[in-house]
């Protein structure tokens, strides 16, 4: 069991109102089975990276519930290999084909582009993912942070007020807020909404 704090872990569990252990999904899972024994307050695992609880089954001795947690050998293996020739496109460069719903006026522009549609339409996807990765990064923090809130800090004081800060944007005003709140808690959901930034 680790109980490390750094969001290097993507997952947590608590034990009421008090962190039991951070990490991979097995490491938290095992360290819950051994807590459940001995512990009064219900115990949750939330995933770090959205802030939602997760559903882990418990049941059997270690080796069985990380096995359980491993995905199927079916999902990880290479597809068995086609017994008719491949169409079009770069299915190993993992390119997949989907509908596209433009305007003629879109086609158009595209299909003038060096490279064709499918190359003007990737640059276009990759120059936004960059322009707005640290908005999307923010985004994903502050509602990761909202999901965690609510599970386990919805019937503190100042919630409501906490919220609409965290949705501001207002880190002062957050902190303010949330002070007095547990201190495992307090600490954990600062470091879902606000890790990677100062």
Known sequence: MTTDTTMTAPYTAFAGHKLLASG??????????????GMADPIIIFD??????LDVDLRGTHREIVARLQPPAAATAEPDAPTEPRGRGRPKLGVVAREVTLLPRHWDWLAAQPGGASVALRKLVEDARRANGDRERARAARDAA???MSTMA?????FEEASRALFAADRRKFGELIAGWPADIRDHVIRLAFADRT
Not at 24 to 37: D, M, N, P, Q, R
Not at 48 to 53: L, P, R, V
Not at 154 to 158: A, E, I, R, T
């Open 24 to 37: 991979s999904l097995a490491e938290v899972a095992i360290a819950v089975k051994i807590a459940t024994g």
């Open 154 to 158: 919805g019937d503190l004081p100042d």
């Open 146 to 148: 909202y999901y965690f």
């Open 48 to 53: 770090n990276t959205t802030g939602k609880s």
